[in-house]
C-alpha cells in the first residue's frame, strides 16, 4: 500500500434549490459584494441573474464576469482581474463549469499576490490564502469545486498550464441538481464523461491510496448508473443529483490520486485545436485504457462493472472487454469516435507529444510511457 495523506477542508452543500443558501454562505464569509464569474451561455439564458438575484434578497450586491470561454485563456484571465479589482468586490462567486471555476481560482490568486498567472505554473507557487471562493458548479463534470487545481491555456505557447495549490480550494460548494438540466446534451456528455475519466484514471493511479479508491469507486458507480440517463434527459432530478455528487467524488479521488496518460494527453489536443477537455478525455480513453492493460487489469473488472449495460461474472469478463465497452459508450452519447473526427490534424503530433510529456500525470500513468508510446497513441486514437 502506498503512503498517503487526506483532507476535506471544505463546507459543501448538496441538494436541490441549494442555490437560495448562497446569501448565507457570503453571511458566514462576513463578506459585501460579490464578484461572480461565469460564462455567455450561462449570462444569456437567465442563469448568472438567478445567483444575483439570491444575493440581492440578503441585500449582498454584485458584479458579474461572463466572458469566460472553453478552455480559458491567460487573457481572459486578465480582464477578469481587472474587472474584479475596477468594482471593488470582496469575494468571488464561481458560478458555471470546470472553465468559470478555472478562472476564479486563478483570478483569486492575481488580485491577492499581484504579478500574470503565468507566474504560478506548476505546485507550491500560491504562497498563501487567497480571496475567498463560493463555487456553484453548472455543470457534472470537472470536480473543480473540490480540486486545487487551475487549467490555464497559454495561447502563445499553444500550452495548457495547471496551478496547483491547496489555497485553490474554495471555501464554499454548492451542489444543486436544478441548475445542470438545462445543460445542452453534447456538453453534458463530455462533461460527464470527463467525471467518469477522473475517477477511472484515479482509480488506476500508481498514487492511488484506499482513501482515493473509495472515492473513485463511488463515483464510477454514481456516474455509470446514470450518465445515459442523464444526457438522455437531462430534466431528470435524480440522474442529475447523482451526476453532480459522481463528479464531486471524482474530484475528491484524483486530488488525491492524480490522473494519467488521458489527461496528458487531452491538454495539448485542446490546446492546439480547441477540442473541448470532456471530448478529447472521452476520444482517449479507450485506446489509452488498451495501453495500459498489461499494468491495471486487476481493476478493469470492476470499472466495467460499474459502466456497462451489460453486466456479467468476473469469469467471463477478458479485460478488453473495457476499451469495447468505452467505445460503445462514447457512440451511445454521440461523442466523436477519433481524433481526426474532432478536427485534430496529425501534423501537430509531434509538439503534442513534447507537452503531453511535460505532465506530471505521465508518472503516474500505471503504465510506464514513453514519449514514442505518446506518438503512438495520438496516431491509434487519430
Request: charged letters at 20%; hydrophobic letters at 45%.
Amino acid at each position: 500500500m502506498n503512503d498517503f495523506l487526506f483532507s476535506i477542508p471544505q463546507n459543501i452543500r448538496v441538494g436541490a434549490g441549494s442555490l437560495k443558501l448562497l446569501p448565507d454562505l457570503a453571511g458566514e464569509l462576513g463578506k459585501k459584494k460579490a464578484y461572480i464569474i461565469s460564462g455567455p451561455h450561462l449570462y444569456k439564458t437567465g442563469m448568472v441573474a438567478r445567483c444575483q438575484e439570491a444575493l440581492n434578497t440578503a441585500g449582498i450586491a454584485s458584479e458579474c464576469f461572463t466572458e469566460t470561454e472553453a478552455n480559458p485563456c491567460t487573457e481572459t484571465v486578465e480582464k477578469a482581474k481587472d474587472g474584479f479589482l475596477a468594482c471593488g468586490a470582496d469575494f468571488i462567486v464561481a458560478f458555471g463549469g470546470g472553465s468559470p471555476l478555472d478562472v476564479a481560482k486563478a483570478v483569486a490568486v492575481l488580485v491577492t499576490f499581484g504579478g500574470i498567472i503565468t507566474d504560478y505554473e506548476g505546485a507550491g507557487k500560491v504562497k498563501g490564502s487567497v480571496v475567498p471562493m463560493i463555487a456553484i458548479p453548472t455543470t457534472a463534470g470537472t470536480g473543480s469545486e473540490v480540486t486545487a487545481f487551475s487549467v490555464i491555456t497559454d495561447h502563445s505557447k499553444n500550452y495548457k498550464f495547471t496551478i496547483s495549490s491547496p489555497y485553490l480550494l474554495p471555501t464554499y460548494a454548492i451542489l444543486d441538481p436544478e441548475l445542470i438540466c438545462t445543460v445542452p446534451r453534447k456538453t453534458a456528455a463530455a462533461c460527464g464523461v470527463d467525471a467518469m475519466v477522473h475517477a477511472m484514471e484515479a482509480y488506476i493511479s500508481r498514487a492511488a491510496s484506499p482513501f482515493s479508491d473509495m472515492f473513485a469507486e463511488k463515483a464510477l458507480k454514481l456516474i455509470g448508473a446514470n450518465i445515459r440517463n442523464y444526457v438522455a434527459d437531462r430534466t431528470d432530478q435524480e440522474a442529475c443529483a447523482a451526476m453532480l455528487v459522481g463528479s464531486l467524488f471524482a474530484g475528491i479521488a484524483f486530488s488525491h490520486a492524480k490522473l494519467g496518460d488521458v489527461h496528458a494527453m487531452s491538454h495539448p489536443v485542446s490546446a492546439y485545436f480547441d477540442v473541448p477537455h470532456g471530448v478529447a478525455n472521452a476520444i482517449l480513453l479507450p485506446t489509452v485504457i488498451d495501453f495500459n492493460m498489461s499494468a491495471a487489469a486487476d481493476k478493469y473488472y470492476f470499472i466495467y462493472s460499474a459502466i456497462t449495460e451489460s453486466p456479467m461474472e468476473e469469469k467471463d469478463f477478458s479485460p478488453n472487454m473495457l476499451g469495447a465497452e468505452l467505445r460503445i459508450l462514447n457512440h451511445q452519447l454521440g461523442i466523436a469516435s477519433s481524433l481526426s473526427e474532432a478536427g485534430v490534424k496529425s501534423d501537430q503530433f509531434e509538439a503534442m507529444a513534447e507537452d503531453a510529456m511535460k505532465s506530471g500525470n505521465i508518472l503516474v500513468n500505471p503504465r510506464q510511457t514513453t514519449k514514442s508510446d505518446i506518438l503512438d497513441l495520438y496516431n491509434q486514437a487519430f
